[in-house]
């Protein structure tokens, strides 16, 4: 089993940023965010792999950076130009066997909420 425990959620002005980060017991071949705002279906934010090949949704592409730290089992999103729509509880995962995104990833940490007011 690996546990993932997610750190810097929080409420931010839109155009502003936030990182987030998160923790993992052990090291997996995928790590990576999903959302899911009120009232909407979860969604895949975007992925790495330890590889560094990353792919992300449509709607952050250029605004949100997935990375990692494979020697500290971490993993970051850096988010930039926040917009409202962009609330949500934001959840980190993991994967030990692929990163085919948007696939549903093995491993779910807590979720952290992110707030983004206009």
């Known amino acids: 089993q690996v546990q993932l425990v997610e750190s810097g959620g929080g409420s931010v002005q839109a155009g502003g940023s936030l990182r987030l980060s998160c923790t993992a017991t052990?090291?997996?071949?995928?790590m990576g965010w999903f959302r899911q705002a009120p009232g909407k279906e979860r969604e895949g934010v975007g992925v790495?792999?330890?590889?560094?090949?990353?792919y992300y949704t449509d709607s952050v592409r250029g605004r949100f950076t997935v990375s990692r730290d494979n020697g500290k089992n971490t993993l970051y999103l850096q988010m930039n130009s926040l917009r409202s729509e962009d609330t949500g509880v934001y959840y980190c995962t993991a994967d030990p066997d692929s990163c085919n995104f948007p696939t549903v990833p093995d491993y779910w940490g807590q979720g952290i909420q992110v707030t983004v007011s206009s």
């Open positions: 052990a090291s997996v071949y995928c």
């Open positions: 790495v792999n330890r590889l560094g090949i990353k």
